[in-house]
């Protein structure tokens, strides 16, 4: 059963810290991981989409990476604002026969306080 | 530009009465379609997938069903509605895979 762990989740932390967020996955045949956030009763952003054969994307304040071997992804926050505050989903997605299918994990909720 | 229209946003419908939510894309053709549920507490929950017009797959067995009857609508449908269907639902679309997906705004759905 393929199956996407999040960890912590649920973070709070003061403005202006980094943070890592952090995905893992158990079946290392993954075509692309994605990022998203959630606002409350809102649906999915897209932050940033890392294809198997790159290692991490980088968007403003956000950098994801993609470690296959060991089944991992971290989505890093930089310099973190009150407006970062929301809940951040990871996808895998395993490509191939599977029709673009992604595996969520549970989310990391993320409280940034002034 | 590519967009995705999904709607009611909000919704309550008593048991026994049926459903029917409306997903469009805008900008593409010929894209991948799928409905997800979140359900409180719970993860996103792929329900229904679709790669063209009148082909739909199904991922668990469920009291929905799903119909693409042009190439960018997506309806998501049922007969009576159970307490069990309460939940966010969300539609997607793919179109390349570099690109990723694509999600709606959602539609939450209240069954009382």
Redesign the interface.
Known sequence: KQEVTQIPAALSVPEGENLVLNCSFTDSAI??L?W?RQDP??????LL?I?SSQREQTSGRLNASLDKSSGRSTLYIAASQPGDSATY?C?R?A?GTS????T????TILTVHP | SQTIH?WPATLVQPVGSPLSLECTVEGTSNP?L?WYRQAAG???Q?LF?S?GIGQI?S?VPQNLSASRPQDRQFILSSKKLLLSDSG?Y?C?W?RQ??????????T?LTVV
């Open positions: 075509y692309n994605q998203f009763g809102k649906g999915l952003t897209s989409l294809q989903l996808a997605w490509g029709y673009g299918k992604l969520f994990g549970q989310g | 999904q991948n799928y719970r993860g996103l792929l997938y790669v797959s991922e966010f969300l997607a793919m895979v570099v690109y990723g997906y694509t999600f709606g705004s959602g939450r």
